[in-house]
């Protein structure tokens, strides 16, 4: 009988963690579920579960603390909860965004004015009336409840209670709720436990482009607690730091022998997303690309054939365009230095302008990662003279940025004494297509398209699509008419690919964590990618003109393009290499083109053809 009462009092044992501190996770979970359901990103409804699970984890870690030192361990998860919800969800007030790493490198970049001057501007007590109010309320409601506690301590008050009633109720209610806690503990742990190895998974990794990664997996974690969103914050910028600290030293590092200036005037147009597929310029049957089109006409631009990205994400490509890193070298990105630090070593002035890579509260991890190295104030004072300030919704916001600079740094163009790089970097295609274009440069729309197996909702999807195609064409064009009187080489680059219903499937975007097949390399890695020249530029250097025309059928990857771009300013540095530009007549053109750093592209392309199911490396659709 003995046994059996015991095991009947079996479920009453597990609520033991929750009885050691009842208060504590009464009100940790109340504010957990409200900051959740109040705005920040909400977890599904088995979140709830995960939640128990993690407060009861706590509760019995705690159970085993001695009374004086755990009051002092609740006091300090008191703070950090409490705390970490008040940022998080003032920052989703303020800034339409809960916790960023972004925010929190901001943070660390505001001087003691700054940060006085918005407190003044930003807090007041209108934000009691938002959802930041019940954050605050519960706080209040614990601070009264641990006051009246005390009190009652102190003054030593007892509940007037029938204490046998109580124990037969305690008898009756703690199996019970014993029970449901094993339930809850169980689901938890079954329907949440992968949340929570995601959640390790990235919280382990040791760069923050694995992280960035990481993060592009349908099973990734989902960050529901304001607590976790900081301390990935906190994580992130300490993997940052590594890489900038080692970018910062390789500064050091850089060598400039001689210079030529061979050409002073020096181009990069960076596009986003572009399916080279969908350009006039690789066959599509749809004037996407007019501007281009008429220029390829013209004889001064080299349209190349046989172009990759290394990646399907920004942040990967610009971290390997921008350093003289290949891929397959030694050590990591950051081991090497940035090309623009050498442009500005050997005398180059350099102007960045970029509509997307400016640090932003409301920041999302992927442009935090492409961005950190860029907007690090020693970084970027080493690399860039002149920069914007401000990103826009439609990058003639970049052509506008560019003729105010112009106009307030005094740049000269000509002369033996002066030579510029500048750097434009657009939205292009970035999703969500729709907002890439302004509505009066509508062209297309979903009845030009005769694609039986797409839907009238895909059909809109790729007109919005080739109209931002179309809208890129005509700020490329912008750009070129500024130095089409100048003694300029201008090149044009996107980060990657994207899919845009092409090669038999019916989505959009680009599929992070697909396998690199040559129909996946097709879509998202192929990239349009040419050279234009100014008529004074061609007279004035023919020899570089026929080595560019020479060049444009080479098989090419923009991890290289660095060494091109020092051969075009005639640098002579021991970080150049010959067999990775371009250019010139060492170039490596048998070195695989590792997509990913796992497929080889080579042969994925190699094998396609043999198939005999794809000719050629661009096809109209």
């Known amino acids: 009988m003995n046994i059996i009462r015991l095991i009947g009092r079996l479920p009453g044992y597990v609520l033991y963690p929750i009885k050691k501190s009842p208060a504590f996770f009464v009100f940790m979970f109340v504010l957990g579920y409200v900051c959740n359901r109040l705005g920040t990103p909400k977890f599904e409804d088995t979140g709830a579960l995960e939640l128990f699970v993690d407060l009861y984890a706590l509760c019995l870690v705690l159970s085993f603390i001695p009374w004086r030192i755990r009051r002092w361990a609740k006091g300090i998860i008191y703070a950090a909860m409490y705390s970490t919800s008040i940022v998080d969800m003032y920052c989703y007030v303020k800034f339409g965004s809960t916790f960023t790493p972004t925010m929190l490198l901001l943070i660390g970049e505001t001087t003691g004015s700054e940060a006085s001057e918005f407190l003044r501007s930003y807090v007041g007590w209108g934000l009691l009336g938002t959802d930041l109010g019940w954050v605050l309320l519960i706080l209040a409601v614990h601070i009264l409840y641990n006051v009246f506690m005390a009190v009652a301590r102190r003054k030593k008050l007892r509940l007037n209670m029938d204490m046998a009633m109580v124990h037969r109720m305690e008898a009756v209610m703690l199996p019970l709720l014993g029970l449901v806690c094993i339930v809850m503990l169980e689901q938890g742990i079954a329907k949440r436990g992968d949340n929570k190895k995601a959640f390790v998974r990235l919280m382990t990794y040791d760069n923050i482009g694995d992280v960035e990664h990481e993060l592009t997996r349908p099973d990734k974690a989902e960050l529901y607690l304001p607590v976790y969103r900081v301390a ?20 050091a590092e850089i060598r400039v022998d001689s210079c030529s200036f061979r050409s002073r005037n020096i181009v990069l147009i960076i596009g986003e997303s572009y399916n080279r597929h969908h350009s006039q310029l690789y066959g599509y049957g749809k004037p996407t690309t007019p501007r281009q089109a008429a220029l390829s006409d013209g004889g001064r631009m080299a349209v190349f054939t046989d172009v990759v990205a290394p990646w399907n994400l920004t942040s990967f490509v610009f971290k390997q365009v921008f350093s003289l890193y290949t891929v397959g070298d030694r050590g990591d990105w950051c ?3 940035l090309f623009p630090e050498v442009f500005r070593r050997a005398g180059y002035r350099v102007t960045f302008i970029t509509n997307q890579f400016l640090p932003q509260a409301e920041e999302a991890v992927y442009d935090f990662s492409g961005g950190f190295f860029l907007n690090d104030p020693e970084l970027s004072k080493a690399q860039f003279d002149v920069r914007n300030a401000a990103l826009h919704d439609f990058d003639d916001g970049v052509l506008a940025d560019y003729d105010r600079l112009l106009a307030d740094s005094s740049f000269t163009f000509g002369g033996d004494s002066t030579a510029n790089l500048f750097i434009l970097h657009l939205k292009g295609q970035h999703v969500s297509y729709a907002q890439r274009y302004p509505k009066d440069r509508k062209k297309f729309s979903g009845g030009d398209y005769n694609e039986p197996t797409l839907t009238a909702h895909d059909k809109q999807v790729m007109a919005h699509y080739d109209n931002a195609t179309l809208y890129n ?4 064009g912008e750009i070129i008419d500024r130095f089409a009187r100048r003694d300029a080489i201008v090149i044009y680059m996107p980060d990657h690919g994207e899919e845009c219903f ?9 599929l992070h964590s697909a396998e690199v097949d040559y129909r996946l390399a097709h879509e998202e890695f192929e990239i349009p990618f040419w050279i234009w020249w100014s008529e004074s530029y061609a007279e004035s250097h023919p020899d570089v003109v026929e080595a560019v025309l020479r060049a444009r059928r080479r098989p090419m990857m923009t991890d290289r393009l660095a060494h091109t771009l020092l051969h075009l300013a005639g640098i002579g540095s021991p970080q150049y290499r010959g067999d990775c530009d371009v250019l010139s007549p060492l170039y490596d053109t048998d070195r695989p083109r590792l997509l990913k750093n796992s497929a080889d592209y080579n042969k994925l392309k190699a094998e396609h053809e043999l198939k005999g199911k794809h000719k050629g490396v661009a096809q109209p659709r």
């Open 473 to 476: 064409d005509s700020i490329v």
């Open 335 to 337: 081991d090497y230095p």
């Open 232 to 251: 990935f914050s906190l994580y992130a910028n300490r993997l940052a730091a590594r890489q900038i600290e080692r970018l910062k030293e390789t500064t």
């Open 502 to 510: 092409g090669g038999g499937l019916h989505v959009y975007g680009r």
